[in-house]
């Protein structure tokens, strides 16, 4: 009986207008998308080895320790991927006096904004009126004088609209692959096509949620025109305002001091005060050693000092101590306000964080975020692939370090006079920045929770949709 | 007569369910956003107090713009403090680079919520205004008296745009003026009238998409198609065409990437420095003068030149995008208005000029002590100004899109058969 009753709904909604027009958008706007992104992908692609190609030119040249630090930072190669889902790797760049503000005024289509603006909306276009409009018509009065369980039909439409939403999906995506497909530029790894798959899952999951949505408003509205209206104003605040509200609400209830203030702070530890503590220490230190040493009393200048130095072996002596002590206490301040610094680094990062959960929670109320965040974190598009990258960065930077500082213990060995800070040298061999892709089971397992969150929502939302269908008047 | 059909029309939407949730939404949103933003600004502002510059200072540093809790376009880049030194501009960014969620989803603002929201609510005003009486036989009725169909269809657009307009302006009215209790974010006269330009643009945005909503009911026989086709224009207009605009344009024009800008500058300063130690070194440090101006010259001539070429690349990547985006009228308000609060990307590219321009005014002044350098002073441009350089544009596009909707629905209403 279920699958008659599926079958009715997918023929009902196949002559529909609604599904034309819902096709023809998907069938344009999918396949334009995957064509021009392919397109900027592979541009992405011919820049970067025309970036990598000018750093090792110029490696060969002026490779010198001093400055090499700025010269060979790591960047993220553009992954296959971008060809579907950019997520939040545009080239904003706010530390740069030259930035690119266009993605700031319109973020990029994507397949995950065509998912889950354009087909939530199409998936509640096609259930608003599941229930109140065959009541409207009189269908469901007939349907129910046979002997049929509501929750089959309701189950029945729920399915029924999930299939014929996915058909246009589907189809449109199957083109868009195809067109990058026949880019020869573009080379998909098994491991590309099991995250598709996983993003794919997700798309179906974000997809039936609405649809349940849908049902569950229609069965508990009289008339198709109230039920629109209601599943309009979910679905604006689900998609359109709680994720957009969700980090600015966070940052007042788990406020973070911004980065502006923090480096003034810290610039303060690491300047101004520790010049007032090292003075402090130095002076201290000196009373004590003039204690020791008398002929350290008074004022001196640099070139006096400089002179009895030279004339009166035991001032030598002195002086010499005074310099240890000198060094000694400037050490100390620095350890002491760097101290200070690391904590007040170590605050700063756990109070971001704290912000940074508590918006990312709000959000997912959204499922909208929730597909976001899940289809981002399994292809390497967003906030897990920066933290990724952040470590794969660190392992890096200490390679070089150790690579730095055996090179110019050797070089030094070798001539000892040449100041191999400022002199070109041979870099050839040093590590290069490999950047490699998060494993698939740990971006899979990052995922669960939005997949998760939206499951639940299905579960409670069916049940809702349930109840209110078991207590609809169908007359 | 046609008042008679304006009355009608807002009786009945005040009392339908519609109305209920429209402004029930409406209210919640702006009211919300206004109160965030408002924070968001306090919190700005709190941040340019600590990092302004002191009186010598190379830095050029702007006050967070008011006008911002409005339309916060570009003020977030355009704050900034930018850090005069030899070698160029150093950057230091604000508060949201921190918290990455900013990064997924765009700014809550007035310009948002009436570009995303208030144009589907505008649609839903319009979207059944003929076919429905059609299906419930009013406009049989209606058109058997005698009452032209021009009157009609200017009744109902009149009285849905004053159900729609006026609890939109309460509202907008009131928050603005509840911000501008507090003595932190006093208006000016000129932000203020700067707000009411905006809010102007925004009446003219909506009744485009009223006058949408009926010119496809017009078009149609059933409200449910209506609102079908109408979903799927605006899902084009306001989110499909400014969104993949942007990514065609730069298919067309062939920008660097900002990162390898800046690279490529990293690259060009290091190797200069370089080759200038080894000049010296080989002279023995003596005399070196020259050396060491010729190569910071080397150094300021190559970045300059990277820098105007990028520059003027991007110009032409904002312009192009700008004007495939225009298709959509959604881009033409985010603009006008965004430029109208002093937000927008000339306004930002104008700054920026400035910037440079001060750049030299430092470097080149004849004592450069580190504490001598003149003060920045950036002043927006003016109403006027904004509005020669593409506003006036932007609007007249606006007001083109009604008219040629209000028109073709009077055209679609003529032909249609009420029966």
Redesign the interface.
């Known amino acids: 009986m279920l699958g008659t009753l599926i079958k009715k709904e997918i023929l009902n909604s196949l002559f529909s207008f609604r599904f034309v027009a819902i096709f023809a958008l998907l069938i344009v706007v999918v396949p334009l998308t995957t064509f021009i992104l392919t397109n900027d992908y592979v541009k992405k692609v011919d820049e970067y080895s025309f970036r990598q190609n000018n750093l090792e030119n110029y490696l060969k040249n002026y490779a010198h320790f001093n400055r090499i630090g700025g010269v060979i930072l790591p960047s993220q190669p553009p992954i296959p991927f971008y060809s579907l889902v950019r997520g939040i790797s545009s080239d904003v760049n706010m530390g740069e006096f030259d930035d690119d503000p266009l993605p700031v005024v319109f973020p990029l289509l994507d397949l995950v904004f065509i998912v889950s603006i354009l087909l939530s909306l199409a998936a509640l276009i096609f259930s608003y009126d599941a229930v109140c409009c065959e009541k409207e018509d009189g269908t469901l009065k007939l349907m129910m004088s046979n002997c049929l369980a509501r929750s089959k039909i309701i189950l029945s439409k729920i399915i029924g609209g999930t299939i014929i939403l996915l058909v246009p999906f589907l189809v449109s995506l199957v083109l868009g692959l195809f067109i990058i497909l026949l880019n020869p530029r573009v080379a998909w790894t098994g491991a590309n096509w099991a995250t598709l798959a996983f993003v794919l899952l997700g798309a179906v999951i974000y997809i039936f949620l609405f649809l349940v949505i849908g049902v569950f408003i229609s069965a508990s509205h009289h008339s198709a025109s109230a039920s629109i209206m209601t599943s309009l104003f979910v679905w604006v605040l689900l998609i359109l305002v709680v994720p957009n509200l969700s980090p600015y609400l966070a940052s007042l209830m788990s406020p973070a001091p911004s980065q502006i203030k923090m480096n003034r702070e810290i610039s303060r530890l690491t300047d101004v005060e520790r010049d007032d503590l090292g003075r402090k220490l130095e002076a201290e230190r000196l009373a004590e050693l003039v204690k020791r040493y008398p002929v350290l009393a008074g004022r001196f200048s640099e070139a006096e000092a400089k002179a009895r130095v030279e004339k009166d072996p035991a001032f030598r002596e002195a002086y010499q101590a005074r310099t240890k002590e000198v060094d000694a206490a400037w050490i100390e301040a620095n350890r002491i306000q760097n101290k200070k610094r690391d904590d007040l680094q170590q605050e700063f990062g756990r109070k971001v964080g704290a912000q940074t959960r508590l918006s990312r929670g709000l959000s997912m109320i959204s499922p909208l975020a929730d597909f976001t965040y899940l289809a981002t974190d399994l292809t390497s598009t967003g906030a897990m692939n920066l933290r990724h990258f952040g470590r794969l960065r660190e392992i890096w930077d200490q390679a070089f370090d150790a690579y730095e500082q055996s090179k110019i213990a050797t070089l030094r060995k070798k001539s000892p006079a040449v100041d191999w800070w400022n002199t070109p040298v041979d870099v050839s061999d040093m590590p290069r920045f490999q950047y490699k892709e998060e494993a698939l089971a740990a971006r899979v397992k990052r995922a669960l929770w939005p997949f998760a969150i939206m499951m639940m929502m299905i579960l409670v939302v069916f049940v809702a949709a349930y109840f209110s269908f078991v207590r609809y008047d169908v007359r | 007569m046609t008042w008679t059909i304006v009355r009608k029309e807002i009786i009945a939407n005040l009392l339908s369910?519609?109305f209920f949730?429209?402004i029930?939404?409406t209210t919640l949103?702006l009211f919300?956003?206004f109160f965030?933003?408002y924070?968001?600004y306090k919190?700005?502002l709190a941040?340019y107090e600590?990092?302004r510059a002191k009186p010598g200072e190379p830095i050029a540093v702007l006050p967070p713009n008011p006008l911002s809790i409005f339309a916060k376009?570009?003020d977030?880049?355009m704050t900034?403090?930018?850090e005069i030194s030899r070698i160029?501009?150093e950057?230091?960014?604000?508060?949201?680079?921190?918290?990455?969620?900013?990064?997924?989803?765009?700014?809550?603002d007035f310009v948002?919520i009436v570009k995303?929201?208030l144009s589907?609510v505008a649609l839903?005003f319009g979207f059944?205004q003929i076919s429905r009486e059609k299906e419930s036989g009013v406009l049989r009725l209606m058109l058997s008296n005698s009452v032209s169909r021009a009157k009609i269809l200017a009744g109902k657009w009149l009285g849905n745009f004053l159900s729609l307009s006026v609890p939109f302006l309460l509202v907008t009215i009131l928050g603005f003026v509840l911000i501008n209790l507090d003595p932190l974010v006093r208006f000016s006269a000129s932000s203020a009238a700067r707000f009411f330009l905006l809010v102007l643009a925004a009446l003219i945005y909506i009744a485009l998409f009223l006058s949408l909503g009926i010119l496809v009911s017009a078009l149609t026989r059933r409200?449910?198609?209506s609102?079908?086709?109408l979903?799927?224009i605006w899902?084009?207009t306001v989110?499909?065409v400014?969104?993949?605009?942007?990514?065609?344009a730069?298919?067309m024009v062939d920008v660097?990437?900002?990162?390898?800008?800046?690279?490529?500058q990293?690259?060009v300063w290091?190797?200069e420095?370089?080759?200038m130690?080894?000049e010296r070194?080989a002279k023995d440090d003596r005399g070196t003068g020259d050396i060491v101006k010729s190569h910071f010259d080397a150094i300021n001539r190559e970045l300059n030149q990277m820098?105007e070429d990028?520059?003027n690349k991007?110009d032409r990547?904002?312009r192009m995008?700008k004007n495939i985006?225009r298709l959509s009228p959604a881009?033409s308000f985010?603009y006008a208005t965004?430029e109208l609060a002093g937000t927008g990307?000339g306004e930002?590219s104008r700054l920026?000029e400035n910037?440079l321009r001060y750049k030299d005014s430092v470097l080149s002044s004849p004592d450069r002590g580190e504490k001598q350098a003149p003060a920045f002073a950036y002043r927006y441009r003016s109403v006027g100004q904004v509005l020669t350089q593409g506003g006036l544009f932007d609007l007249s596009w606006l007001i083109f899109f009604n008219i040629l909707f209000f028109a073709a629905s009077f055209v679609a209403f003529i032909r249609y058969d009420v029966r």
Do not use: C, H, M, W
Not at chain 2, 256 to 264: F, G, I, Q, R
């Open positions: 369910y519609k949730i429209v029930l939404l949103l919300t956003s965030v933003l924070k968001d919190g700005r941040d600590l990092v376009g570009l977030e880049a900034r403090s930018f160029g501009i950057v230091f960014a604000g508060q949201k680079s921190e918290n990455v969620i900013f990064a997924f989803f765009p700014t809550p948002y995303v929201v589907l839903l059944d409200a449910a198609s609102l079908v086709i979903l799927l899902a084009v989110f499909v400014p969104n993949l605009g942007t990514l065609v730069r298919q660097p990437s900002v990162k390898s800008l800046s690279e490529k990293e690259q290091t190797r420095v370089l080759q130690i080894i070194r820098e990028y520059r991007f990547l904002v995008s985006n881009a985010v965004t990307i930002e920026k910037i």
